[in-house]
């Protein structure tokens, strides 16, 4: 299980920080989201440190404005967030535009939502606190109520009774947790020069009692009005707004009251807890009062947490100086003054992990959804690679959209079909096309990436890029600046350069990045997630942003450079292997004017711990390793070497074709093939060898049939067994190393070219 934890104001952090430290004690992996909905160093950050929390995880630092409009940015920042970090549950604390925003992007996203201090109403749908409140409530999974008023409430309101929970209040938790601390550490009293129980201490922030000159002139004469009375000094940690609001209004402060800026916690708590009597209109407050054992009179004309009221702790008094004063006699005339905790015993955190990990069993189909992110890829060429891909993206939470051109196959991914075989991705296919991530069409439509994977077939030793520049001139008809384009086909160098002046010709303003794909069909699905990335482009910016959609899936490494090395990178990788196979095939001509076994050869050298001898065969099949040199160095006077190894490759079918037909005697004709593929236990016959070595063989005037268990139609009659093919047979030539010959028995003179 993994929780995501979001807090924006100073209560939140205070009343989270068990449930942080719940999670640390017992190892269970979370993050902490912080709006900065109060932005300044003394009421925020303070508090990380005094309570020794961990530093957020993410700060959105959206800072103060208008309701929606923090509102909005919050959720805005949240998502991405979310997205990523794919918790289990979001936990929020409070009523704050923070705990409406951290909700309603959880819920969005399918993510469940804990609502710490759930159902509580004040009824005053003036306070923006009481619509949070309310909509918070509703749209979460689990209500960690305080007490049975809250499960009442809530359960009026038609939420489930099993998603209500009674636990208390995590604030139990945090000033059980630091009272002995603060004793120890703050020296707040004396620093403002005050007698434990020998002052009040007031806090008031709230708009209705600042924001309005006459109200917080009201406030003032209240103040007064007690100080009259008590003589006692009046200790008011001001919050910045109020400070603004009294400056503003030009507002005298009276000698008695101690005003200081926000303080710590610790401090905070210190100074709660000598206080003789607490003046608020904070609503955390009246509950630590109450915890504390201190009367609190409360400045307001109601209250969400009554219980404070039921037990004798708290009255109601708004800016009343009479009820104030009436209260406050009340209280100071008492010798002994008690009441019943009714917010906790201190466990509340405990409680609240135990009942998320209880409810720790995701419905399957839930952990199956899709968490959507609100970003658009294209893909162009459904292939082999590119709709592996897309289904790739879809299933990270891109909305993809997979063109091809031809219809059939179109209306086959729509359907969910697989047009071709491959490990996995049935399955794949069917959720992301069953859950409307990926959707087929024949036009490429709008998005903020466009993703290339068309042929780039070799045409005369070079790459033809003609299918590369129709798609971009495609995307270049519907794209908007800022929009990005990736290209996966293999490329020959400095392509992609070309691809970014078309788009620029189209008068646009869009990043080209190379990303080559280097996975291997049969295993395709499993590569793409686990080989590691090159990504090539010309901007940091673009280079970070593909690479975040690379990073949606690829458990690999990714790698940043610019465009052209990554386009060398792909094609020296084939290179390497072709020249490698290259001096593996000529040994063989040398080891055999020699008389020498060229394989005992290549075994023996490679027993040293720096050699590493390729194998000779029959030549060099499939789509990259006999092309990619050519587009390498197609545009380079150098490269000799690599244009020498593609012919030494190339001649090698018709070597070993020859050696074939030395071994039949005379008046024999009949030439049996083991294996068509190019490579082992794949029906792709794309390049293979077993091409020019049955055309020699036809050019001869031999008879040939062949075997292969994968592939069902080739070039001649195909024979079911290798039996048959074997009576058949004057002389075999085994092309492809399928895992079934490997325990070959056969009675015809053959040719094994792999070993
Ligand atoms: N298949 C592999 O194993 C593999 C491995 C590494 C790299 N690559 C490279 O990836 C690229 C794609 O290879 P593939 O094997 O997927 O090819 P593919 O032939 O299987 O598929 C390409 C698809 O693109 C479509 N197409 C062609 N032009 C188009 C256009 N203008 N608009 C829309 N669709 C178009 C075709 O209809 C076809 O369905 C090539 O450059 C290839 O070299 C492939």
Redesign the pocket.
Known sequence: MKIGIIVGTRPEIIKMAPVIRECQKRSIPYFIIHSNQHYSEEMDSIFFDELELPAPHYNLGVGSGLHSNQTGNILIKMEPILVDEKPDIVLVQGDTNTVLAGALAASKLNIKVGHIEAGLRSYDRMMPEETNRILTDHMSEFLFAVGPNQESILAKEGIAKDKIHSVGNTVSDSLFQHLEIAADKSDILASLGVEAKNYFLVTAHRASNVDIPSHLKELLALFDRLHDKFEQPIVWPIHPRTQAKLTEFGIEIPSYLKLSPPIGYLDFIQLQQNAQLILTDSGGIQEEACLLGVPCITLRENTERPESIEVGANVLVGRDADKALTAAEKWLSSENITWENPFGDGHVAERIIDICLANDKPAAEANDAIVAKNESITV???????LPIACLLADAGYQVTG????EQ?VADINNAKCPFDEVGMPELLSKVVGQGFLKASQQVVSSDTYLV????PHKGNSCDRS?VF??VD?IANVAKDGQTVIV???ISPQTSLAVADKLKAAGLSIDVVHCP?????GQTLHELVNNDRIIGATSKTAQEKVKKIYQSFVQGEVFLTDLTTAECVKLVENTSRDVGIAFANELAEICNELDVDVYEVIKLANRHPRVNVLSPGPGVGG??IPIDPWFLVEGTKSGDLVRKARAINDQRPQIVAQQAMAKLQSGQNKIGILGVAYKADVDDCRETPADPIFTHFKQAGLEVKYHDPFVEQWQCERVEEIADLDEWADVLILVTDHSVYQELAVSSAILNTRS
Do not use: F
């Open positions: 162009v060429g459904m292939g082999y690679m590119g063109v091809d051109l031809n196959k994977a068309v042929p780039t299918y129709s798609a495609a996966e086909s293999t794909e280097r996975a291997i069909p789509h990259c």
